[in-house]
């Protein structure tokens, strides 16, 4: 993939903190095998001692807030530990669903291989789940993260039988326009791509307090294959 300008990701920037709008495919840290580009090796050729504050999934677009001081950096990882930050999601998920304000309290465990379950004897999770859009065989959700677990919004929605599309590792099947679109027609010779080649999950939202106590709303606009995925479906409702 094509690295981008850094410069091209800020949403907000002041002295202590910078909030960027991460691209799906980009890890925020160096993964187990270390070497391939990340979001705080972009971010370290700019500011020599940045550090982020959480980490979003690899294929997880959105708002991802990095600290370009220690104090800043201590802050704000105060706020993420005692719950403090907002933080808003938005998910395509299979299915038709009306939700609510619903709130999701199953306790979550990783396992072994890079993977989470929902568990009774896992630490507490919490989700707060809204329709946002329905469509024929589709919803548009947002979702509020209370706890700030692995895969937890994506192991809730699979909870709720409302996988998100494209999230393979738990039940949220690939998108094929073909499926919704009756004269979808694929070049001779070709095959079928998925719509979207990641899971449909996008961080719309961070709130949180500089170091002067004064609330911050930053929010991310939608990355190219998200917001082409959900004007789609908005054919189809």
Same mark, same amino acid.
């Given at each position: ?181 009756? $004269?979808? %027609? ?5 095959? &079928?791509? =998925?719509?979207? #080649?990641? +899971? ?5 939202? *961070?709130?949180?307090? $500089?170091? %002067? ?5 930053? &929010?991310? =606009?939608?990355? #190219?294959? +998200? ?5 789609? *479906?908005?054919?189809?409702?």
């Amino acid at each position: 993939m094509k690295l981008p300008d850094f410069n091209d990701l800020i949403l907000f920037e002041d002295d202590d903190f910078v909030i960027i709008n991460k691209p799906p495919f980009l890890a925020t840290l160096d993964e187990r095998f270390g070497g391939a580009p990340n979001i705080l090796r972009l971010a370290r050729e700019k500011y020599e001692d940045i550090q982020a504050c959480h980490r979003l999934d690899k294929e997880t677009s959105g708002a991802l807030a990095l600290a370009k001081n220690p104090a800043a950096y201590r802050h704000l990882a105060m706020q993420f530990e005692d719950r403090q930050v907002k933080k808003v999601y938005h998910a395509v998920a299979w299915g038709v669903h009306h939700y609510d304000g619903l709130r999701v309290d199953r306790s979550i465990e990783t396992t072994t291989k890079g993977k989470a379950r929902l568990a009774y004897k896992g630490k507490p999770a919490v989700t707060l789940v809204r329709t946002l859009e329905a469509y024929a065989r589709h919803t548009l959700l947002e979702c509020q993260p209370v706890t700030g677990r692995m895969h937890q919004i994506r192991l809730h929605l699979a909870y709720l039988q409302a996988p998100i599309v494209g999230d393979g590792m738990y039940g949220g099947d690939d998108f094929f326009l073909s499926s919704l679109k009756k $004269k979808f %027609n694929v070049k001779q010779g070709e095959e &079928e791509q =998925p719509f979207i #080649k990641r +899971f449909a999950l996008h961080a719309r939202q *961070l709130t949180f307090a $500089k170091l %002067n106590g004064e609330l911050v709303t930053i &929010e991310a =606009p939608y990355p #190219k294959d +998200f917001r082409v995925l959900v004007e789609n *479906l908005q054919q189809y409702q």
